[in-house]
Nanobody, 125 residues
Framework: QLQASGGGLEQPGGSLRISCAASGFAFDDYAIGWFRQAPGKEREGVSCISSSGGRSYYANSVKGRFTISRDNAKSMVYLQMNSLKPEDTAVYYC????????????????????WGQGTLVTVSS
């Protein structure tokens, strides 16, 4: 299972950290990605981190503002979001890459097999 949490309302320019708690599988064997879906838009990839945490990948829209990290001892993945913009408003989901130990630099949904319930991030003044 994957469960995202930590969303909320933040002002433009502010920061927020969301979390993804994993359970029921060998967490440190799998890469994890963050996706988001804004109202009326398709779900898009935001960031992905390798199983060890040594590699990460970001969508151009968040590069330099968002930082993904993980704590394998706690089975947690985090997304630190800085310099938030209204266009970052979305429901954020975490998902597991389907193949053990694989890491991809694209966000094709077919590469992910388990999806958590999302957490809503609203950026507004």
């Amino acid at each position: 299972q994957l469960q995202a949490s930590g969303g909320g309302l933040e002002q433009p320019g502010g920061s927020l950290r969301i979390s993804c708690a994993a359970s029921g599988f060998a967490f440190d064997d799998y890469a994890i990605g963050w996706f988001r879906q804004a109202p009326g838009k398709e779900r898009e990839g935001v960031s992905c981190i390798s199983s060890s945490g040594g590699r990460s990948y970001y969508a151009n829209s968040v590069k330099g503002r968002f930082t993904i990290s993980r704590d394998n001892a706690k089975s947690m993945v985090y997304l630190q979001m800085n310099s938030l913009k209204p266009e970052d408003t979305a429901v954020y989901y975490c998902a597991r890459v389907g193949l053990r130990s694989r890491f991809y630099t694209n966000f094709s949904h077919q590469l992910y097999d388990y999806w958590g319930q999302g957490t809503l991030v609203t950026v507004s003044s």
